[in-house]
């Protein structure tokens, strides 16, 4: 390597001598047309031969940056087309260098959609992987319940109870299925609005789900102003439904839920086990539950507060949650 960089220096420094050699011969030629005395022509001819090499040297250098300068160009381009093919073939782990300016939007754009479309990837993962785990516990239960049904010597005790398991989880299957049609097919041209009263939709809401209340000893307390809205009144009854349902579910035994309802807001809050700190951002997400065990067993998908969540939405309106573990939750809905 040494030898090499010292061949180098030398054909370089012999290449500037003979340039600068050439540029002074061309300046004297020229100079020799004008047929001056021959101290001026020297001197004439190197201070134009100077010119010359100059001249020369800056055409060379802008050449050569012009070069580099497209070489970079096309380098960085040909990175952002390879970015673009791995992204298209499914790789979204692709990043652009943003550290030339002329095309720091672009690799930043590139970057942004690989993120973008990594995220997606992740979710539409999470999603058939929850959907399927979702469907198979059922069917797990359903098969091998309906097994033991076919034992003839079967108490007709176990055979009711079997029975019921077994009705019981297609009703979670059919559950799931409609949560998730309407998920996906649910748009603002899907909303059949119209002026109703939605005081009096919570009151006969309350009242539908008294035997599970009933039964669990709990109180519901409401205070409802009297008000009407427009919006659709079935997919609104669903959101209803779906808080007060998780109300019943996780609020112990003689517990308290109350329901208000003033020309703002509806409130429904509740005294149950509450939700902690770090659950409480995702309790919308599909899928989300706080307590996959608990849930299981009450029946839950995680899919009602979703559901919720997008027809308050599709409405112009707004669903929080506020809660504390052991102290209750309270979902608050604003509708326009």
């Known amino acids: 390597m040494r030898k090499n960089s010292r061949v180098k220096t030398v054909l370089g420094f012999a290449g500037f001598i003979i340039l600068i050699s050439a540029c002074v011969a061309a300046g004297y030629w020229l100079l020799s047309l004008l047929d001056l005395p021959g ?38 381009h040909g990175s952002i087309l390879n970015a673009m093919e791995r992204i298209a073939q499914g790789d979204f782990s692709v990043f652009v260098p943003t550290d030339d300016q002329s095309h720091a939007e672009i690799a930043e754009a590139v970057n942004n959609m690989a993120k ?49 398991i077994i009705e019981t989880e297609s009703k979670r299957l059919s559950s799931l299925s409609d ?17 109703f009263r939605l005081d009096k939709q919570l009151s ?10 009933s039964e669990k000893k709990l109180t519901i ?10 919006g659709d009144e079935d997919l609104l009854s669903q959101v209803w439904v779906n808080l007060l349902v998780n109300a019943i579910k996780f609020t112990p035994e003689g517990g308290i839920i109350c329901v208000s309802l003033n020309e703002k807001t509806v ?7 509450g939700i902690s700190k770090d659950d409480l951002p995702h309790i919308f997400e599909r899928f989300y539950k706080v307590d996959k065990s608990r849930d299981r067993s009450l029946g839950g998908n995680g899919l009602g507060l979703s559901l919720a969540k997008k027809i308050v939405a599709l409405h112009g309106g707004t669903i929080t949650a506020q809660s504390e573990p052991g102290k209750g939750t309270t979902f608050t809905i604003s509708l326009p």
């Not at 009242?207 to 209340?213: D, S």
């Not at 409130?267 to 086990?273: E, F, H, L, Q, R």
Request: charged share 20%.
């Open 39 to 76: 101290l001026w022509q020297t001197l004439f001819s190197l201070w134009i031969g100077i010119l010359l090499f100059a001249a020369f040297g800056f055409v060379i250098h802008s050449i050569g940056s012009r070069s580099r300068h497209e070489n970079h160009d096309m380098k960085q």
């Open 116 to 164: 973008d479309l990594g995220n997606l990837e992740t979710m539409r993962q999470d999603f058939i992987s929850n959907v399927s785990h979702e469907i198979q516990s059922p069917l797990t239960s359903i098969g091998g319940f309906a097994a033991l049904l076919k034992q003839d010597d079967l108490p007709a005790d176990k055979r009711k109870r079997y029975a019921g």
């Open 179 to 195: 949560n998730l049609l309407k998920l996906s097919s649910l748009n603002k041209s899907s909303i059949a609005k119209n002026d």
């Open 204 to 213: 006969n809401i309350i009242l539908t789900l008294e035997p599970q209340w």
């Open 221 to 230: 307390e409401a205070d409802f102003q009297k008000r009407t809205i427009s």
């Open 267 to 273: 409130k429904i809050s509740d005294t149950g086990v």
